[in-house]
């Protein structure tokens, strides 16, 4: 949860001798104390190096330009990707959703018991349904229905832009366009079930059943213009029986999708995820 004066540190470079030194030593000289540090190297020789420090400065809103500007000094000389992210200031986030609300509601709940640390802005829906569910929480919900895709998709970046710090599509059963994601300025995390195969389009439950899987499961991920190929966040499984009917692989199916997005969402708002390439590291 929040707290004065404390920042999350990311930082992402070629692995070379004098990284962890050098930071440790900026953070000393401007009297920042390190709480916990979490580092990974994708290969001892010619890796690429990762590294998320939570740091307590007193003052540190005050203090925050001159070590922005030492930490830059050190980020140039090691070729650093790095970013300074204050605990006390909430993730804004939009959450998008259809019909389904096992998701919606996992997120609206545990944010209500302080479990994630986001202020939910706003909840967008192609549908009115959910509308009273939403609004019992005292979040603003926003009915745009689908249609003239052009214009919806306006409409929603007029609510969202400058607004959101993350999107979160919770079984929102629209595609999002190309134009639309370059447009919207913050990151988008998708959640979607993941079968053995992967079953896409109508009835998957249905279609699995017939299959005779033994697993379902579920990914959070990104989204990116390559639709469900974003760089993945949090994937699990639970293991089923013929047994069970397509509405009984459903309803399991439901209760891993909530926990996965769950949690995808807690370690991005913890500032705990950095993208690699088409991949993540979760320190």
């Known amino acids: ?3 004065t004066d404390t920042a999350r540190l990311l930082i992402a470079c070629d692995d070379q001798p004098g990284i962890v030194a050098a930071v440790a030593g900026v953070l000393a000289a401007h009297g920042a104390n390190i709480i916990s540090l979490d580092q990974h190297s994708t290969d001892e020789e010619g890796g690429r190096f990762f590294q998320r420090t939570v740091l307590h400065l007193d003052g540190l809103a005050a203090k925050r330009p001159e070590l922005e500007a030492s930490i ?3 980020a140039d000389r090691f070729g650093m990707e790095w970013s300074l992210h204050d605990t006390s200031k909430r993730k804004r986030v939009a959450i998008f959703v259809s019909k ?3 998701c919606l509601m996992e997120l609206l709940w545990r944010t209500q018991r302080g479990e994630l640390d986001i202020d939910v802005t706003m909840v967008i829906s192609n549908h009115p349904d959910l509308a009273e569910s939403v609004r019992s929480f005292g979040v603003p919900f926003m009915h745009i229905p689908a249609g003239d895709k052009a214009a919806m998709e306006a409409r929603q970046l007029e609510l969202l832009q400058g607004n959101v710090d993350l999107v979160v599509l919770a079984r929102y059963m629209q595609i999002l366009t190309d134009g639309f994601i370059e447009r919207l300025g913050a990151p988008v995390i998708n959640i979607h079930h993941s079968f053995l195969p992967a079953f896409i389009g109508a009835n ?3 279609r699995a059943k017939e299959r005779g899987v033994k697993l ?4 959070a991920h990104y989204a990116t213009a390559d639709l469900d190929e974003g760089p993945i966040i949090e994937q699990d499984v639970t293991r089923v029986t013929h ?3 397509a509405a009984e692989l459903q309803r399991r199916g439901a209760d891993v999708e909530r ?3 769950a949690r995808a969402v807690k370690w991005h708002a913890e500032d ?6 088409r991949s993540t590291v979760i320190l």
């Not at 379902?216 to 990914?219: E, L, V």
């Not at 705990?272 to 390439?277: D, L």
């Open 243 to 245: 047994a069970e009917s």
């Open 1 to 3: 949860m929040p707290q």
């Open 259 to 261: 926990f996965v997005l």
């Open 216 to 219: 379902i499961g579920a990914t």
């Open 72 to 74: 830059t000094e050190v």
């Open 100 to 102: 389904y609300d096992h």
């Open 204 to 206: 998957p439950y249905a």
């Open 272 to 277: 705990r995820v950095i993208v690699h390439g």
